[in-house]
């Protein structure tokens, strides 16, 4: 069964404090790993889409990397601002649909 | 701003009532979709369309039918809704533009209670 599994499923971190999240997937034919924004309350924003192994998008304080298997959401001294559900999904298949996982749930302390 | 508006941003609605809700599209997405979002399982779709008047189920579509009859506006409708739909729903388009990505655009979402 295709499945996206994110970990860790909570993050506590200071200001300042750099970390990584992570996102795994046990599917064939990735045609596009996609990386979400979350806040209570309101819709999912989009971040990042990555292709292929290798790739690396880059937006302010986060940086998505991917290989084979797993993507990494890394945040480099974060701020509480920054504090939010990070989504991640996968695209796979010959239709247009996106499987996401459960998230992880950041909190920024200053 | 993805251009995405829901309507009604929340309702609360007796069990056995039908129910519909709207998506509206202003970025000429060809595909739109249904999602909802409970705690513990993260956002599941429930159908989506690839073209006016061209549907399909996702994973949890039963007790729930859609239409699209302009590019813009995508209906959900909960035909008799039950405490289990008790949920927030979203809209989310993608696929604007030829050779574009598999990336969607999110609605601000709708809150449904069902008592």
């Known amino acids: 069964e295709d499945q996206v599994t994110q970990s860790p499923e909570a993050l506590r971190l200071q200001e300042g404090e750099s970390s990584s999240l992570n996102c795994s997937y046990t599917?064939?034919?990735?045609?596009?790993l996609f990386w979400y924004r979350q806040d209570p309350g309101k819709g999912p924003e989009f971040l990042f889409t990555?292709?292929?192994a290798g790739e690396e998008k880059e937006k302010e304080r986060l940086k998505a990397t991917l290989t084979k298997k797993e993507s990494f959401l890394h945040i480099t001294a974060p701020k509480p601002e920054d504090s939010a559900t990070y989504l991640c999904?996968?695209?796979?298949?010959?239709?247009?649909?996106?499987?996401f996982g459960t998230g992880t749930l950041l909190a920024v302390q200053p | 701003d993805a251009g995405i508006t829901q309507s009604p941003r929340h309702k609360v609605t007796e069990t056995g009532t039908p129910v519909t809700l709207r998506c509206h599209q202003t970025?000429?997405?060809?595909?739109m979709y249904w999602y909802r979002q409970d705690p513990g399982h993260g956002l599941r779709l429930i159908h989506y369309?690839?073209?006016?008047?061209?549907?399909d189920k996702g994973e949890v579509s039963d007790g729930y039918s859609v239409s699209r009859s302009k590019t813009e506006d995508f209906l959900l409708t909960l035909e008799s809704a039950t405490s289990s739909q008790t949920s927030v729903y979203f809209c989310?388009?993608?696929?604007?533009?030829?050779?574009?990505?598999?990336?969607?655009?999110f609605g601000p979402g709708t809150r449904l209670t069902v008592t």
């Open positions: 999904a996968w695209a796979g298949g010959a239709t247009n649909k996106l499987i």
């Open positions: 599917v064939s034919g990735l045609r596009g």
């Open positions: 990555l292709y292929s």
């Open positions: 970025e000429n997405h060809r595909y």
């Open positions: 369309s690839y073209g006016v008047k061209d549907t």
């Open positions: 989310a388009a993608g696929g604007a533009k030829r050779g574009a990505g598999y990336e969607q655009y």
